[in-house]
């Protein structure tokens, strides 16, 4: 089992950067593919990035391809989430999510995850 805890959220300003952090407890971080996805007021939960178990493959929504990137530090157990360019859109509860797997790919799919994070706000002011 996993326990995931994310950080980094906060106010910026459109065109702003924000680097969001999630760390992970156990020994075996390197068995779970990890993901971000955001939930704005009032909408479902989406898709933000997946990153795969070795970090060599990376998925990202439409939406914030070019402007967000995901990447990981195994011997940290942590993921990472830099945006950059951020707009209003961007507004929302963020989480982290695991999914312990053989699989060498990451996956869009949040019913593939079966540990998340609290959520960390973001907001966007234009």
């Known amino acids: 089992q996993v326990q995931l805890v994310e950080s980094g959220g906060g106010l910026v300003q459109a065109g702003g950067s924000l680097r969001l952090a999630c760390a992970a407890s156990?020994?075996?971080?390197?068995?779970?593919?990890m993901a971000w996805f955001r939930q704005a007021p009032g909408k479902e939960r989406e898709f933000v990035a997946a990153i795969s178990r070795i970090r060599d493959s990376t998925y990202y929504a439409d939406s914030v391809k070019g402007r967000f990137t995901i990447s990981r530090d195994n011997d940290k157990n942590t993921v990472y989430l830099q945006m950059n360019s951020m707009k209003a859109e961007d507004t929302a509860d963020y989480y982290c999510a695991a999914d312990r797997t053989e699989s060498w790919h990451p996956t869009v799919v949040d019913e593939m995850y079966d540990y998340w994070g609290q959520g960390t706000q973001v907001t966007v002011s234009s």
């Open positions: 156990g020994r075996t971080f390197s068995g779970y593919r």
